[in-house]
Structures are given as structure tokens and as C-alpha cells.
């Protein structure tokens, strides 16, 4: 057990939560995006952004949680729909010498840490992410500076001036083997900024960890006793898991892992039913890789899996047709990441990398200088 006299910082910490105004202007933003479109507007919008796309020299990379309509145009324009990672080694290797980054702005920063001489656009560059809001740069360097001996882990759900303060990045599908190794090395780790995957990785681990208390407003809603609920109406469901959810999830899961891993499971299994604990964006993926399976939400509220019950990312939501074309119009929505915290978020990133191909974990970018 850690020393409680270590955690009254961590307690104090813990005040800095997403306000409820700031999901509902995202939830705003969100619904200004997939509002009814006018007769002709989709399919105009599509052939534009489609024109613009070719034009500029631009490729459209898109995360597994945005709409299925941004997913179907970056596959057929040429570009990707992967996890952040991922979409920014795929906009490292691609000869575009522009990365037009449907998701959350961290992904759009990773992108262009990776990336530097590549202008990177996205549809709206404040959609965000409660993980990296509830991470602020100074009050996570000051309690990293309060703790000199331990080595700083990071989310890949982080700013860049939080990557720039970090030892280590990691993602969901590389953070156990990553611990296990700074385990072995007899390390002590600050974990920031999820509090559910972090206490995942040292139940697993075992390692002295010093957890921030951050956690994702999506699946943070997930819950033990409606999961088990809707497993009664469909007891041959495999339950697949997002380590970002809370521990009474994780322990009724059949799958836990990121969301490639989770695509991967609903493929490989047996299982013809499937329940999803993560941001349901990912069905269009799941359903391209077991067009022959059922996938069924997870839900939030305790009971059901209506809509109602149900969670989305309102930040993923604010990535839409319309801006996406305004942004490729007009270039705005850039990402700019200032050079010299661009230097220092890139060693812990490359660290990470380098060790992914080490152990063939299946991870490969181009260095960058």
C-alpha cells in the first residue's frame, strides 16, 4: 500500500473535474454537426471535401470513435481510420504534405509532433477530451517536481506540454508490457491521467504507482450491474471491455483492451453477440471486421441499453461533414505545437516507439529529429 501522507496531493488533485457546462457546449457543437441535413447536402458536402482533399495534397485520417461518415471517407479518399497512434504513423509514412485529423485535438498534437513539417488540420480544433483536461500542465508539473524519484508515465490521452514533461507515453495496447518493464528496473511511477487504466495496469503489475485521478467522461458512465443486465437478456455475449472503464466493468469483462485489440476480439471469437463497454463509433469498424456478429451498447444508466442509457463522446461528436469541409476551405483549425515543447514530447513518444519495435509489439514510425 502506498503511504497516505504521499496521496494527500493526488487527493487535492482530485477537485479538477470536466464541468458539466463544458460537456454541454460540446454536446452543443456536437449536435450543430449531425443536425438533418438539407436534400443534396451530404453527398455535396462529401464530393467537396473529396475535391479539397485531392487539391491540397491532404489526407484524412480518422479515429475509431467519429462518425461512420468521416470513418467511410477517410477509406475511400486514401486515409485511415486507426487509434491516435496509429493515425499519426500512418500521416508519417503517407507523402500528403497535409494530415487532416478527425478526433480530439491530442491526437491532432501527437500528429504534429510526429509531423513537423506537415501542416495538420482538424474539423474543430477544440474538441478536446476530459482525460487531457483534467491534466493541466503546471499542477502536473508541480506534483511531478514534489516527486523526483519516480519516473513519469503518460496516457497518449495528454497535451503536449504533458507529454513534454513525461519519461514515457503510452497507449492503451502498450502500457502493460511498458510497466511490466520499469517493474522489473524496480521504478516507481507517477501514472497520469487515467485512474481506472492506471490502477488496471499496477493490479496486473503490482508496481509502486502513483495514480492521478483523471478519468474518461465516457466510460467512466459504464456500469457493473446494467452490463450484467443486459448479459441476462443475452447470456451467450462475449463482454468486450476499454481499460478506461471503472474496475467493477473490467471484472466482468471476457475482452479488456484498446480499441484495436477490441475490433480484433469481436473477429476472432465465437461469440456471435457482443456487448461494448467504449465509445460505440467503433461499431463501424467491428461490423466491417464481423459484418456476421450483433453489437450491442453497454449501457451507462444501470438498466438498459436504450439510447438513453447510452454514452457517446460529445468532443468525437463536434468532428462532422461541415466542418471538416469549412476547415479544409478556409485552414482553419490548425494545429500548432511550439517547437521547443515539440523537441520534448517527442523523446518520450519516440521511447515508447522504440520499444514497441524492440519487442515487436507492432508499432512502427519514422523518427523524427
Not at 196 to 220: A, F, K, R
Request: charged share 25%; glycine share 6%; with cysteine.
Amino acid at each position: 500500500m502506498i503511504a497516505k501522507n504521499r496521496l494527500r496531493g493526488l487527493e487535492q488533485i482530485g477537485a479538477l473535474t470536466v464541468s458539466e457546462g463544458l460537456i454541454k457546449e460540446a454536446q452543443a457543437a456536437a449536435a450543430r454537426q449531425t443536425s438533418e441535413y438539407a436534400p443534396g447536402e451530404r453527398a455535396a458536402l462529401i464530393s467537396q471535401i473529396k475535391s479539397l482533399l485531392q487539391k491540397q495534397n491532404a489526407v484524412l485520417v480518422a479515429h475509431y470513435y467519429t462518425s461512420p461518415d468521416l470513418q467511410q471517407l477517410a477509406e475511400e479518399t486514401g486515409g485511415h481510420v486507426a487509434d491516435s497512434l496509429e493515425m499519426a504513423r500512418f500521416g508519417n509514412e503517407h507523402p500528403a504534405t497535409t494530415l487532416v485529423v478527425a478526433g480530439v485535438r491530442f491526437m491532432g498534437e501527437t500528429a504534429k509532433i510526429l509531423n513537423p513539417e506537415k501542416r495538420v488540420l482538424m474539423p474543430d480544433n477544440q474538441a478536446t477530451c476530459s482525460l487531457d483536461l483534467e491534466c493541466p500542465v503546471d499542477v502536473f508539473s508541480e506534483f511531478c517536481d514534489a516527486h523526483p524519484d519516480h519516473t513519469v508515465v503518460v496516457y497518449a490521452n495528454t497535451s503536449a506540454d504533458v507529454k513534454a514533461r513525461a519519461d514515457w507515453v503510452v497507449t492503451s495496447g502498450i502500457a502493460l508490457p511498458i510497466v511490466k518493464h520499469l517493474a522489473k528496473q524496480k521504478k516507481k511511477i507517477i501514472w497520469a491521467p487515467d485512474k481506472h487504466l492506471g490502477s488496471y495496469v499496477q493490479n496486473i503489475t503490482g508496481v509502486d504507482m502513483l495514480i492521478w485521478p483523471g478519468s474518461c467522461v465516457v466510460h467512466e458512465k459504464f456500469k457493473a450491474k446494467g452490463i450484467e443486465g443486459l448479459k441476462d437478456q443475452y447470456p451467450h455475449a462475449a463482454v468486450l471491455v476499454h481499460p478506461e472503464s471503472p474496475a467493477e466493468v473490467i471484472e466482468i469483462a471476457d475482452v479488456v483492451g484498446s480499441t484495436t485489440a477490441l475490433i480484433q476480439a469481436c473477429r476472432n471469437l465465437t461469440a456471435k453477440e457482443f456487448i461494448v463497454a467504449t465509445e460505440p463509433g467503433i461499431f463501424y469498424k467491428m461490423k466491417q471486421a464481423a459484418p456476421d456478429k450483433i453489437f450491442l451498447e453497454a449501457p451507462t444508466g444501470g438498466v438498459s441499453a436504450t439510447c438513453e442509457s447510452c454514452m457517446r463522446c460529445p468532443w468525437m461528436g463536434m468532428n462532422g461533414l461541415r466542418n471538416l469541409a469549412r476547415t479544409l476551405e478556409t485552414g482553419k483549425d490548425e494545429i500548432v505545437v511550439e517547437e521547443a515543447v515539440r523537441k520534448k514530447a517527442l523523446i518520450p513518444l519516440q521511447r515508447m516507439m522504440d520499444f514497441a519495435r524492440e519487442h515487436n509489439i507492432g508499432m512502427k514510425v519514422k523518427g523524427n529529429a
